[in-house]
DNA sequence: GATGCGTGGTC
DNA sequence: TGACCAAGCAT
């Protein structure tokens, strides 16, 4: 039952209401919100809309999720019609975003919503759909159905804190955390007060250099009372990132076709496409001779290509060899034109591999600047 | 609870 | 310029 108009005896916090106020006028303006204004005129947000933007933004900055989530609810506009898609083709629309579980579980969710015939609308419910952890239940619940559920994301932690001058790394204070925020979850509004913490860690309480003068919590905010807003939250100490090598193969066709194939459906870069190329992984080297080609052929060195992962680097070089015939290409395998490249579900270190062997592919976009 | 999993922006 | 980091989830 959405409840986003229904008024309740239970008192709004002092902060919330503080919070509120300041998200009337500062609310960022996104695809895929509906503004207080508009949600107090009555409009209902779609939950198809909202846990697909929820999805996105997992680890992913709004900027970088804009353009996704336009060619998505341009190419299906409703959950039915994401559920009916083939998977091969939302993993290509996928491609450059990251973290392609997050890919497989949106079609593995839609499956289910579609057959369920709607989202469910609590947070418990919605917690066991693929794709679905603590966050994105409870932001779904809050912002789709109105539901008073306590929202946690790293925006959220570092507000807190600050709040709170936690002295510890917010990871290790979890439960505090969500208790705090429970506390002042408001019984009305209560998606707008998930959307306003968010939006408040965005773009005042930042992870640098903060804007206090303008944080609607800058009077009760323990930090700032300190003076000590730069020093939270606190840092752990970070894990060594190893550096990797390996090795990859761009073999051209007659026509000008590029051999591909499919990366495992687990494990890294799940289920995405790839050029031939040695088994290197976070935890070991792969072979950076031309003896991990695919097939025997006049292989030239033409470069490296540089990439780094969350949690290691990795340095391949680069082969290419020309002229190949057809026959030739490994079961498995498939050729691909120059035109289809862009609608290939290739990860960002795959398209820097075959732009080091073929220059004039995957150009470098265009910055804003002249 | 720690680890594996992408990418692009920022300073 | 390279290290850090941004609306987490699954195991």
């Known amino acids: 039952m959405q409840n986003h108009l229904v008024a309740s005896a239970e008192p709004t916090h002092p902060l919330a209401e503080a919070l509120l106020d300041w998200y009337d006028t500062s609310a960022r303006t996104l695809p895929w919100r509906v503004s207080p204004a508009a949600l107090k005129s009555g409009a209902v947000p779609d939950p198809y809309r909202v846990w697909l933007s929820e999805i996105m933004l997992q680890q992913t900055m709004v900027e970088a999720v804009k353009p996704f989530f336009a060619r998505f609810t341009s190419l299906w506009p409703t959950i039915e019609a994401l559920a009916a898609a083939e998977a091969d083709d939302i993993m290509k629309a996928w491609a450059g975003l990251g973290y392609y579980s ?58 807190m804190a600050r709040m709170l001058a936690l002295p510890v790394p917010p990871a290790k204070a979890k439960n505090a955390i969500r208790e705090a925020v429970a506390a002042m979850v408001p019984p009305v509004r209560p998606g707008d007060f998930a959307q306003a913490m968010m939006d408040l860690g965005a773009t005042v309480c930042t992870p640098r250099r903060p804007a206090c003068m303008f944080c609607p919590w800058r009077e009760p905010c323990l930090a700032r009372q300190r003076g000590e807003q730069d020093l939270y939250p606190v840092k752990a100490p970070k894990a060594e990132k190893p550096t990797r090598v390996g090795a990859a193969f761009v073999a051209v066709r007659r026509d000008g076709a590029i051999l591909l194939r499919k990366r495992a459906g687990t494990g890294l870069l799940a289920g995405m496409a790839e050029v031939p190329n040695s088994d290197w992984n976070a935890r070991q ?77 995957f150009p470098p976009k265009a910055k804003g600047k002249p």
């Open 285 to 361: 080297d792969g072979d950076t001779t031309e003896r991990a080609a695919p097939f025997h052929a006049r292989w030239r060195e033409v470069g490296t290509a540089e990439h780094g992962f969350t949690h290691f680097g990795l340095t391949l070089k680069v082969y290419r060899t020309d002229g190949v015939e057809t026959a030739k290409a490994p079961p498995g395998s498939w050729w691909s034109q120059a035109a289809e490249w862009e609608g290939e579900a290739l990860p960002t270190v795959m398209r820097k591999a075959i732009r080091c062997a073929i220059p004039t592919a």
């Open 102 to 159: 997050r890919a497989r579980n949106l079609v593995a969710c839609a499956k289910v919503v579609a057959e369920l015939g709607a989202f469910p609308q609590t947070e418990a419910e919605l917690r066991k759909l693929p794709g679905l952890g603590a966050y994105t239940a409870a932001s779904v619940a809050a912002i789709a159905f109105g539901q008073p559920a306590a929202v946690v994301d790293g925006n959220v932690e570092r507000v």
